[in-house]
């Protein structure tokens, strides 16, 4: 009889693993169909077919005068007659920042490299724009647009943001990671204490945007491409260097598509795409070596996030190349309105830079929910510390600690082959009151990692069809 009740007691168990097994391979089934409805809403701009030369306008090939006229000039007379390619021929472009219009494609012909200006006071008046998760009025984003619709950026010239060790790099003050960036003790820096710890306080207790007035003396730099509030954006062919700060920044956008851009910029905090508050966006066939994350997606930081409260949501990653990085796709920190329904698929990362594969970090201050990040068929080289990296004790800044609790939830690994997978295969930290949950690894073979699982708070990790270091390899709690 005691035979016969073991018997059923570990059939039941049996059945119900297969169940759990069955229904996540399932959900995660269903949110790849889904992900064929989400294209569908995620098309690339069309304009007419007329071309304005920016010669025509005055702009001036000897990389030395200012082209700033010019551009604007080029710019709004194609936007007021109702749209087309304003066209920058071969050649070296001197300006300051380049503000587009609704059904304005700026596009560089092949041979063509704009060289921005290093003069802080050329990037006035200031626009409302945003710095690590938190808006203000800061200099002008070197490419910026604002409540627009029907924009692009395209062709197969050079943007080059001339930032180095002598200019804009500096303003970062030394980092975690030992690097100065030029900086000299004494210097001043974007964390001192009249700089961005102002602009996080302001935040936290609702100082309005407009009142948040920083630009000169106070040492935020400006990103690169910022579509701010915008509709129908494509950014496609261009390759971007020396960037001061994040490179490719939709805020507050939907329907936008990033395709074969190549960017390539060692600089601090030189994220290669940070999609924030942003809906339907399509990163493909794009190049990533960067100083900092190839692609962070965030939704603000800690009370303006959770004020603004709009997610990113649905964004697709495909057929990518990230090389140097502190992470290949990551999600976070600054995510406190959530995210959602990420796609990862076809992508090669590699490099002995590159520091992680796939990263979530968060902690209680930025608190946040993400759910929904399925990846497939992902090829990595190799990585420093861990293909599967996630946090809910982010700590930088000081005391990160607050009573905001992130969720993390619903994690799929699936077709991942790693030939050096660093320290961890799975590393994940989790809280013991907000547990992450559902991880799977589906047919994930991983090579030369030096420990399979450095896991804490964490419910229903399953690993089907695993090997690690050529053992099949299944996870086991205690």
């Known amino acids: 009889m005691k035979n016969l009740l073991f018997y059923f007691s570990a059939l039941s168990l049996i059945i119900s693993c297969h169940k759990g097994v069955t229904q996540q391979t399932d959900m995660t089934s269903q949110a790849w169909d889904n992900l064929k409805n989400i294209e569908k809403n995620i098309v690339p701009p069309t304009f007419k077919n007329v071309d304005y030369n920016v010669k025509n306008y005055g702009a001036i090939a000897d990389g030395v005068s200012s082209c700033t006229a010019a551009f604007k000039k080029a710019i709004i007379e194609c936007s007021s007659k109702g749209g087309g390619r304003v066209v920058v021929p071969a050649g070296i472009y001197f300006t300051g920042p380049i503000h587009l219009e609704n059904n304005v494609n700026f596009h560089l012909e092949e041979g063509a490299e704009i060289r921005f200006s290093t003069n802080p006071d050329d990037f006035y008046p200031l626009v409302q724009t945003s710095f690590e998760g938190?808006?203000?009025?800061?200099?002008?984003?070197?490419?910026?647009?604002?409540?627009?619709?029907?924009?692009?950026?395209?062709?197969?010239?050079?943007?080059?943001?001339?930032?180095?060790?002598?200019?804009?790099?500096?303003?970062?003050?030394?980092?975690?990671?030992?690097?100065?960036?030029?900086?000299?003790?004494?210097?001043?820096?974007?964390?001192?204490?009249?700089?961005?710890?102002?602009?996080?306080?302001?935040?936290?207790?609702?100082?309005?945007?407009?009142?948040?007035i920083f630009g000169k003396g106070k040492y935020?730099?400006?990103?690169?491409?910022?579509?701010?509030?915008?509709?129908?954006?494509?950014?496609?062919?261009?390759?971007?260097?020396?960037?001061?700060?994040?490179?490719?920044?939709?805020?507050k956008s939907t329907n936008v598509t990033i395709d074969g851009v190549d960017i390539n910029s060692h600089g601090p905090n030189n994220d290669g795409c940070d999609p924030e508050y942003s809906k339907n966006v399509l990163i493909k066939n794009?190049?990533?070596?960067?100083?900092?994350?190839?692609?962070?997606?965030?939704?603000?930081?800690?009370?303006?996030?959770?004020?603004?409260?709009?997610?990113?949501?649905?964004?697709?990653?495909?057929?990518?190349?990230?090389?140097?990085?502190?992470?290949?796709?990551?999600?976070?920190?600054?995510?406190?309105?959530?995210?959602?329904?990420?796609?990862?698929?076809?992508?090669?990362?590699?490099?002995?830079?590159?520091?992680?594969?796939?990263?979530?970090?968060?902690?209680?201050?930025?608190?946040?929910?993400?759910?929904?990040?399925?990846?497939?068929?992902?090829?990595?080289?190799?990585?420093?510390?861990?293909?599967?990296?996630?946090?809910?004790?982010?700590?930088?800044?000081?005391?990160?600690?607050?009573?905001?609790?992130?969720?993390?939830?619903?994690?799929?690994?699936?077709?991942?082959t790693v030939k050096d997978g660093g320290k961890y295969a799975i590393f994940a930290d989790g809280l013991e009151n907000s547990k992450i949950s559902n991880i799977t690894f589906r047919n994930v073979?991983?090579?030369k990692v030096k420990e399979n699982f450095n896991v804490k708070n964490v419910e229903n990790l399953r690993l089907i069809k695993t090997f690690i270091n050529g053992a099949e390899t299944v996870y086991n709690k205690n």
């Open 134 to 212: 938190n808006e203000l009025m800061n200099y002008s984003p070197l490419i910026y647009a604002k409540n627009k619709k029907n924009i692009a950026v395209t062709g197969k010239g050079i943007l080059n943001g001339q930032a180095n060790e002598t200019n804009w790099w500096p303003w970062k003050g030394s980092t975690s990671e030992g690097g100065t960036y030029g900086y000299v003790k004494g210097q001043p820096m974007q964390n001192d204490p009249g700089n961005l710890p102002v602009l996080v306080k302001m935040a936290d207790n609702d100082v309005p945007v407009s009142q948040r």
């Open 445 to 447: 073979k991983i090579e």
């Open 286 to 416: 794009c190049t990533f070596n960067t100083g900092d994350d190839c692609i962070a997606i965030k939704s603000g930081r800690d009370n303006e996030g959770r004020k603004v409260g709009i997610p990113s949501e649905n964004i697709i990653v495909r057929n990518c190349k990230m090389i140097d990085g502190h992470g290949g796709v990551v999600i976070g920190s600054e995510m406190s309105a959530g995210v959602k329904n990420v796609f990862v698929e076809d992508c090669l990362m590699d490099s002995p830079e590159l520091e992680r594969a796939i990263r979530l970090k968060t902690n209680t201050r930025r608190g946040g929910v993400v759910d929904g990040v399925y990846v497939r068929n992902i090829t990595v080289g190799k990585v420093k510390e861990a293909v599967l990296h996630i946090t809910m004790n982010y700590a930088i800044y000081g005391d990160q600690k607050g009573n905001f609790l992130p969720e993390i939830r619903n994690i799929v690994l699936e077709n991942v």
């Open 220 to 251: 935020l730099r400006p990103n690169f491409i910022e579509t701010f509030d915008c509709q129908n954006v494509l950014i496609q062919g261009v390759k971007i260097i020396n960037a001061p700060f994040w490179i490719l920044h939709p805020i």
